[in-house]
Nanobody, 118 residues
């Protein structure tokens, strides 16, 4: 079992930066591929970035070059550094954990709101 709690969301101006954190508990963090997803009102939830246990990363085309995903296994935490934020980045951001040895096992956090506005 994995419990995920996101934090770090808030209001930021276009062009600004924000760092999201996702703290995991209840299992061995290093066994999970971690990801960030986001969902704007009226839209489908979409992938933002993922990072595997081995540190391999993948990004949505819409955020590549602006966002960076990282993890600290000692702290059971995954981060999303968001730079050069745009209004279209406004969404609820969700943390996801997927068991590396069993893709059928996955967990979601409750989300944190990110609003980019002047």
């Amino acid at each position: 079992q994995v419990q995920l709690v996101e934090s770090g969301g808030g209001l930021v101006q276009p062009g600004g930066s924000l760092r999201l954190s996702c703290a995991a508990s209840g299992s061995i963090f290093s066994r999970y591929t971690m990801g960030w997803y986001r969902q704007a009102p009226g839209k489908q939830r979409e992938l933002v970035a993922t990072i595997t246990s081995g540190g391999s990363t993948d990004y949505s085309d819409s955020v590549v070059g602006r966002f960076t995903i990282s993890r600290d296994n000692a702290k059971n935490t995954v981060y999303l550094q968001m730079n050069s934020l745009k209004q279209e980045d406004t969404a609820v951001y969700y943390c996801r954990a997927q068991r590396s040895t069993n893709p059928m096992v996955a967990y979601w956090g409750q989300g944190t709101q990110v609003t980019v506005s002047s």
